[in-house]
């Protein structure tokens, strides 16, 4: 089984899973097709964030593909260049921090990978070398961003083909990505890290004047770790650990816990009302308090717990919306990715987030490589005292 939110992405992956191919081989080629097919949601330029089911051991693992900012991404950087905010779009968030895709696509490949990296990226590249047509959403997505790629010549050269945004069943090329995605099929996530697209990235970057240089794409990893456990109702729930916000669905799902919303309609003004206000609850923590926990302490297990849940609920009100500061005050309820299951043969299975932040991220290509760079980096804090302030390989 595989799903996607593009019919040509998830055959790909089911292909890879009829060839013999694992879930995470299938979760490979889909996420590579993704980021042709659908570049203004994913690609090689954003972060990944795993979930991998083992079939025979029953053991849930986490895989973090999210990129770690440059060695000069501090708060002196940003205060030098007059900044009181990172931008939303540009080369600034773009470069803040590496991308971390396809360092995970390598380590979840070595980890569960059946076929050779090479046999799930074929899809991908043929997409990338000899065209796919756009859909009615591209489209759309293009002409809403077209101020925001028109600056930006690799970008206005990929999608504003002759100046305008593309109509539906035109068909696009990135004959840039093709070559970049062959350089990872023969060399792995060295292929895009070092060797001959890494120079050029940061090359890029270097005239553009942005921040992460070859040897922060050289230092750029993915780890694993344990995910964060929950239940709800009796169903157990696995989460993303921080620094991703995955916690905050469990707090969400403690928060409603006692309500009984399975008894009214579905989509009824009283359950839609309950879960807004679960989700401004969980995301005004996330915004105080998420992080790297490697870099600050992150009371995860606090804001997981039944007993946060209770001192929190009873903000909770069917008569009226919350109090302005009990909503998030720091970035955004919204929020733009892919997501993509797979299960093969086996009973393994993947659940996999591939992003590139918001939509087009940066809104920038980096040259010749055709990779649209995320723009999450937009996400830090210039406040010294947050605890989402930028700095070295945070």
């Known amino acids: 089984m595989v799903t996607s939110p593009h019919a040509l992405a998830s055959q790909a992956g089911v292909d890879v899973l009829r060839a013999g191919g694992s879930a995470v081989d299938a979760a490979i080629a889909t996420s590579a097709a993704l980021a042709v097919l659908y570049p203004h949601m994913t690609g090689l330029g954003g972060d990944a964030f795993w979930l991998i089911y083992d079939g025979a051991t029953h053991r849930v693992r986490h895989l973090d593909g999210g990129g770690r900012a440059a060695a000069s991404a501090d708060l002196a950087a940003f205060a030098s260049r007059g900044l009181r905010e990172i931008p939303y779009r540009g080369i600034l968030p773009a470069t803040v921090t590496t991308p971390g895709s396809v360092a995970s696509w390598g380590e979840a490949h070595a980890a569960y990978g059946r076929l050779p990296l090479a046999r799930g990226l074929e899809s991908a590249i043929g997409y990338a070398r000899e065209g796919y047509p756009v859909t009615t959403r591209l489209a759309a997505w293009i002409a809403a961003c077209a101020n925001d790629l028109a600056p930006h010549a690799a970008s206005a050269e990929l999608f504003l083909p002759g100046g305008d945004a593309p109509r539906p069943g035109a068909l696009l090329r990135n004959r840039g990505l093709a070559r970049t995605l062959e350089a990872v099929a023969s060399e792995g996530a060295a292929g895009f890290y070092a060797g001959e697209v890494g120079f050029t990235l940061a090359g890029f970057v270097a005239t553009e004047g942005g921040f992460f240089t070859e040897n922060d794409l050289k230092a750029q990893d993915a780890r694993w770790s344990e995910p964060l456990v929950g239940s709800y109702r009796g169903v157990t729930l696995y989460e993303t650990p921080a620094p991703t916000q995955g916690f905050t669905v469990l707090e969400m799902l403690n928060l409603l816990q006692p309500f009984e919303l399975h008894q009214q309609p579905f989509l009824a003004a009283d359950p839609v009302h309950l879960m807004i206000q679960a989700k401004q609850l969980a995301y005004h923590d996330r915004d105080r308090h998420l992080a790297d926990p490697r870099f600050?302490?992150?009371?995860?297990?606090?804001?997981?717990?039944?007993?946060?849940?209770?001192?929190?609920?009873?903000l909770m009100d069917l008569r009226r919306a919350l109090p302005w500061d009990q909503v998030p005050s720091y970035g955004s309820l919204s929020g733009d990715t892919v997501f993509i299951a797979t299960v093969d043969a086996d009973g393994n299975a993947v659940a996999l987030i591939h992003s590139l932040y918001g939509v087009f991220g940066s809104a920038v290509v980096a040259g010749e490589t055709g990779v649209v760079l995320q723009n999450r980096g937009a996400y830090f804090s210039l406040d010294p005292a947050h605890p989402l302030k930028p700095g070295p390989h945070v």
């Open 296 to 314: 600050v302490d992150v009371p995860i297990e606090r804001l997981i717990s039944r007993a946060h849940a209770d001192g929190r609920r009873p």
